[in-house]
């Protein structure tokens, strides 16, 4: 392997130099992965995933900055032109799975969706861009990011309600805080699940989540005693869900509309009439317009079932996240460069559609973003207690080697790549029309 480049190299060249130096590396990039494997935190508290980030990223000489959304952890690494900027992500949490061979004891936290991969192949593919950055023409960001699961809300709405945060996920909140504003382009991977047969995945879609805190206020009696003189605050919860699923045939099967619901508290004791109860509601779907139109009949479901028995219902309405179909102009460059890298047999070109949720989407409205999803080296069901990264070379560095590879067909040539692909893949929002659209599904709505 040559060690120097000239100044003209090609891309085969310099992708030959970074995918060199990632091999030299694979050590380290095992040991990071097994090390934040071993080391689970969940989203806004990743102080120990982020100082392990932080130890990397000092390894190679490079200017962070840290505590972004509370735990993010942001690099950047600088071309011979600054024409566009790419930013690598990397998700610093965990999911809560206590019965998970490594979860933590005393936080139930484990890392059973394989994050921990993300942040290792994001080093990796820095540490193989490191050795050929001065011939690209823009920029690559680094960047750590809380808070992807949508978990621990109660916790996280005690923040918002502090004024600490005002979004419950990681890069919605990193959007508002302006954190995005120097990135052109993002690219994130993922694990993915096992019994499938190719290595990649490409070109998915996710959905888009609302959560609905709701609770419904009646007045407490003695059941037996004297029940006409309570307001059964179960009745209008229960009310509320049938006229939920009374909804289902009104949605599109294109939308993929799933409505999840969760009893939080049913009353105190059987012989009260419950006076306080409580519900939680989750919407997904493929469009913004679609989350709006459901969340707006689960809104009415919620009125119908308070003012049937005389109650009253408060329901807080949070975005988790908005939904994610990628852009096709960077999978194709993602795509091309995997089939060279690991054969054609290997790659899943158009995977569809995902029914789980990711906070890219919220990122894909302002910017083109690719994610592709390794399924190889995984075991098990992903958020089970089975699931587990047994190969960190398959997953992690393969991942480095693709990022990496990618980056250098965006960048280099004047970054031809780069503005073809943001020239193709067609308007996005700004950060305020984003935060327009956000903020008016963010409600809290009292009835009766
Ligand atoms: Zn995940």
């Known amino acids: 392997m040559q060690k120097t480049?000239?100044?003209?190299?090609?891309?085969?060249?310099?992708?030959?130099?970074?995918?060199?130096?990632?091999?030299?590396?694979?050590?380290?990039?095992v040991e990071l992965s097994r090390e934040i494997q071993r080391n689970p935190e969940v989203g806004f508290r990743e102080h120990g995933t982020a100082q392990r980030l932080v130890e990397q990223l000092e390894h190679m000489g490079l200017d962070y900055r840290t505590g972004l959304a509370r735990t993010g952890v942001k690099a950047r690494m600088r071309g011979r032109s600054d024409r566009f900027t790419v930013a690598i992500l990397g998700e610093l949490d965990s999911v809560i799975t206590p019965d998970h061979p490594l979860a933590d004891p005393d936080t139930g936290a484990a890392h059973a969706c394989g994050h921990h991969i993300e942040i290792a192949a994001m080093i990796g593919a820095a540490l193989g861009l490191q050795a050929v950055m001065e011939h690209l023409d823009g920029d690559v960001v680094l960047f750590g990011v809380p808070a992807e699961e949508l978990i621990d809300v109660d916790w996280r709405l005690s923040l918002r309600d502090a004024g600490e945060l005002e979004f419950v996920c990681g890069k919605p909140e990193l959007i508002r805080l302006g954190e995005f504003?120097?990135?052109?382009?993002?690219?994130?991977?993922?694990?993915?699940?096992?019994?499938?047969?190719?290595?990649?995945?490409?070109?998915?879609?996710?959905?888009?989540?609302?959560?609905?805190?709701?609770?419904?206020?009646?007045?407490?009696?003695?059941?037996?005693?004297?029940?006409?003189?309570?307001?059964?605050?179960?009745?209008?919860?229960?009310?509320?869900?049938?006229?939920?699923?009374?909804?289902?045939?009104?949605?599109?099967?294109?939308?993929?509309?799933?409505?999840?619901?969760?009893?939080?508290?049913?009353?105190?004791?059987?012989?009260?009439?419950?006076?306080?109860?409580?519900?939680?509601?989750?919407?997904?779907?493929?469009?913004?317009?679609?989350?709006?139109?459901?969340?707006?009949?689960i809104d009415r479901s919620m009125h119908a079932g308070a003012i049937a028995v005389g109650a009253r219902v408060e329901i807080d309405t949070v975005v988790g996240c908005f939904p994610f179909a990628q852009d096709?102009?960077?999978?194709?460059?993602?795509?091309?460069?995997?089939?060279?890298?690991?054969?054609?047999?290997?790659?899943?070109?158009?995977?569809?559609?995902?029914?789980?949720?990711?906070?890219?989407?919220?990122?894909?409205?302002?910017?083109?973003?690719?994610?592709?999803?390794?399924?190889?080296?995984?075991?098990?069901?992903?958020?089970?207690?089975?699931?587990?990264?047994?190969?960190?070379?398959?997953?992690?560095?393969?991942?480095?080697?693709?990022?990496?590879?990618?980056?250098?067909?965006?960048?280099?040539?004047?970054?031809?790549?780069?503005?073809?692909?943001?020239?193709?893949?067609?308007?996005?929002?700004?950060?305020?029309?984003?935060?327009?659209?956000?903020?008016?599904?963010?409600?809290?709505?009292?009835?009766?």
Request: a negative charge.
């Open 181 to 297: 504003d120097d990135i052109d382009l993002g690219m994130i991977t993922h694990p993915g699940t096992s019994g499938q047969e190719s290595l990649f995945e490409m070109d998915h879609s996710w959905l888009g989540a609302i959560l609905k805190k709701v609770r419904f206020h009646g007045l407490t009696a003695h059941a037996g005693e004297n029940p006409h003189e309570g307001i059964n605050a179960l009745k209008a919860l229960t009310l509320a869900m049938t006229a939920i699923d009374s909804q289902q045939e009104t949605y599109r099967d294109e939308d993929s509309i799933r409505v999840s619901q969760l009893v939080v508290n049913s009353g105190d004791m059987v012989s009260t009439i419950p006076g306080t109860t409580d519900l939680e509601v989750m919407i997904r779907g493929r469009s913004v317009e679609a989350m709006q139109d459901a969340s707006a009949k």
């Open 5 to 29: 480049l000239t100044t003209n190299a090609t891309h085969t060249e310099l992708k030959a130099m970074a995918i060199a130096t990632i091999d030299e590396q694979t050590n380290r990039i």
């Open 328 to 448: 096709e102009p960077l999978v194709e460059v993602v795509d091309a460069n995997a089939r060279t890298l690991f054969g054609d047999s290997e790659i899943d070109s158009h995977a569809g559609a995902h029914g789980a949720s990711t906070d890219s989407g919220d990122l894909q409205m302002l910017m083109p973003m690719v994610l592709p999803i390794v399924r190889s080296g995984c075991d098990g069901l992903i958020h089970s207690k089975d699931y587990q990264i047994d190969d960190h070379v398959l997953t992690a560095v393969n991942n480095a080697k693709l990022l990496a590879s990618s980056v250098i067909d965006l960048l280099c040539d004047g970054a031809a790549n780069a503005a073809s692909v943001i020239d193709r893949s067609g308007p996005k929002l700004t950060r305020d029309e984003y935060l327009t659209i956000r903020r008016s599904m963010e409600t809290k709505k009292t009835f009766g």
